[in-house]
């Protein structure tokens, strides 16, 4: 049906035509509505095929021996690259072996880091031990002189042999030393007044800056003894050898001299206010800058009648 719609349309078109060739033209109609569109028609025929295109150009001959070349050096490279990867199997294997070493090692240290402190909790130990010990002794030395100090008075160090002894600053007020031997000994800065030294050996002694006011130093034998800037206030030196002594600046006012032997000794710029020189040997002896005043000179006269000095009364 829907085929017999387009013909019956075209034969409709056809008789207007007709019918207006014919009698005269009517008035034009309404416009009809479209029509619905028709089904596809079949395909057409396949045209007819074109002619062939021009050859191509000729390919070049094969170079046999350049493949051949080219074959060579893909084997070569092939070769080289089986041995790359064998050393490079190698390398890792020995990398393994040092990464273990190396692992090794690391063990090693860390037992050793281990070992070290506790070596330097041992030696810190040991040193606070040192130290308590150190500090002990001190207590313990202190306390000696403590008691030495009190009862020194009492003691009797009479005959003791204290040669070499370093006794810088000791307490000896008042000690019983005679007879003792105090050779080479150094007693710098000590306190000994009022001690009794009566007999004691004192060569090469150090006496420097020593407090000997009121000591008993009667018939000690010394040799280059030291007693520079000694306080030998009232001592009693009767009789004492003092050969060769340095005196240097010494305190000897009110000091017995007398019949002592001070041969070679230096009093240079000693005070001798009031000293007894009486019969005592100063042959060689150094007197520059004593201070003399009411002294006693060897010969028996007295310093303020000498022109305030004894260095021409020997």
Request: contains cysteine; hydrophobic residues 40%.
């Amino acid at each position: 049906m829907n085929k017999l719609k387009p013909m019956m349309i075209v034969l409709l078109m056809l008789a207007s035509v007709l019918a207006g060739c014919i009698g005269t033209d009517g008035e034009e109609g309404v416009s009809g509505s479209q029509g619905e569109t028709g089904d596809q028609g079949p395909q057409g025929l396949q045209g007819e095929t074109g002619p062939a295109g021009a050859d191509g150009q000729d390919g070049m001959d094969v170079n046999e021996s350049r493949i051949a070349e080219l074959e060579a050096e893909l084997e070569a490279k092939e070769a080289t690259i089986v041995i790359l990867l064998g050393n490079i199997s190698d390398v890792e294997e020995e990398l393994a072996t040092k990464n273990a070493t190396i692992s090794i090692l690391l063990g090693n240290i860390s037992d050793m880091q281990e070992e070290l402190e506790s070596v330097d909790n041992v030696i810190e130990m040991y040193y606070m031990w040192f130290v308590q010990i150190q500090s002990d002794m001190n207590d313990l030395e202190s306390d000696l002189m403590d008691e030495i100090n009190w009862v020194n008075n009492t003691v009797n160090w009479a005959h003791m042999s204290l040669g070499n002894a370093d006794l810088m600053y000791y307490n000896l007020r008042y000690a019983n030393l005679t007879h003792a031997n105090f050779d080479f000994t150094n007693l710098t800065h000590a306190d000994m007044e009022y001690a009794n030294l009566s007999d004691a050996s004192m060569e090469y002694t150090i006496l420097a800056n020593v407090n000997l006011a009121g000591a008993d130093m009667s018939f000690i034998y010394s040799r280059n003894m030291n007693m520079s800037y000694t306080n030998l206030n009232g001592a009693n030196l009767y009789d004492a050898i003092l050969w060769g002594a340095y005196m240097t600046h010494a305190n000897l006012t009110g000091a017995d001299l007398s019949y002592s032997y001070l041969v070679g000794s230096t009093l240079s710029y000693a005070d001798l206010s009031g000293a007894n020189l009486t019969g005592a040997d100063l042959s060689g002896a150094n007197l520059s800058g004593v201070y003399w005043y009411d002294t006693t000179c060897p010969d028996g006269t007295n310093s303020d009648n000498n022109g305030n000095t004894c260095a021409n009364n020997l």
